[in-house]
């Protein structure tokens, strides 16, 4: 079946440093392609999004690119500030089979900046 | 425009008790799930619902009943609470299949 799976944290980095969170998926289908953020004490947020190979999602300094061939969404931050801060998860969903519209999570990966 | 709403933020209970956690959207979105996040576990769905009459079992609905009276409302009852359910629950909705979720601030619950 469809499934995630993310590095595993936690990741500590210091501020303007670069950060990768590596995400690779298994999918029938055309799945669409998604980061979500959590910041503490808080729920899910849609930090970019991808609908189809070679697309580009970016948002807040954020980029991830949809490579079908490496079946990979990489989350990348050119220089990280102690506001990002969360915990990151990629998702996908899948207009193949029964659960349309639903989500499948990779674990997540706590991502800590210090000053 | 409240987005997703839910109640109660933090709920403790007592094995074998019932609870239903509310979920509420004012966004007229079709699509509406219930996910529970568990340490080093990512989120899992429990159940959906692509209507309003019509829902449908996620990857771990055992223990959980929902219902879709109207297109706003989407609760998730736990008909006799364990341990095991102790979690973080997330409703969420979209407008339609593949597209952007909306997640609600969550309940934290504790099953003692």
């Known amino acids: 079946g469809n499934s995630v799976t993310q590095m595993e944290g936690p990741v500590t980095l210091s501020e303007e440093a670069f950060l990768t969170i590596n995400c690779t998926y298994t999918?029938?289908?055309?799945?669409?392609l998604f980061w979500y953020v959590q910041y503490p004490g808080e729920g899910l947020q849609l930090l970019l999004k991808a609908t189809k190979a070679d697309d580009k999602g970016s948002n807040k300094g954020f980029e991830a690119t949809y490579r079908k061939e490496t079946t990979s969404f990489h989350l990348e931050k050119g220089s990280v500030q102690v506001s990002d801060s969360a915990v990151y998860f990629c998702?996908?969903?899948?207009?193949?089979?029964?659960?349309?519209?639903?989500?499948?999570f990779g674990k997540g990966t706590k991502l800590s900046v210090k000053p | 425009n409240a987005g997703v709403t839910q109640t109660p933020k933090f709920q403790v209970l007592k094995t074998g008790q019932s609870m239903t956690l509310q979920c509420a959207q004012d966004?007229?979105?079709?699509?509406m799930s219930w996910y529970r996040q568990d340490p080093g576990m990512g989120l899992r769905l429990i159940h959906y619902?692509?209507?309003?009459?019509?829902?449908d079992q996620g990857e771990v609905p055992n223990g959980y009943n929902v219902s879709r009276s109207t297109t706003e409302d989407f609760p998730l009852r736990l008909l006799s609470a364990a341990p095991s359910q102790t979690s973080v629950y997330f409703c969420?909705?979209?407008?339609?299949?593949?597209?952007?979720?909306?997640f609600g601030p969550g309940t934290r619950l504790t099953v003692l």
């Open positions: 966004m007229n979105h079709e699509y």
């Open positions: 969420a909705s979209t407008i339609d299949g593949g597209d952007t979720q909306y």
């Open positions: 998702a996908l969903t899948s207009n193949y089979g029964g659960s349309q519209g639903n989500l499948i």
């Open positions: 999918a029938t289908g055309y799945p669409s």
């Open positions: 619902s692509v209507g309003a009459g019509i829902t």
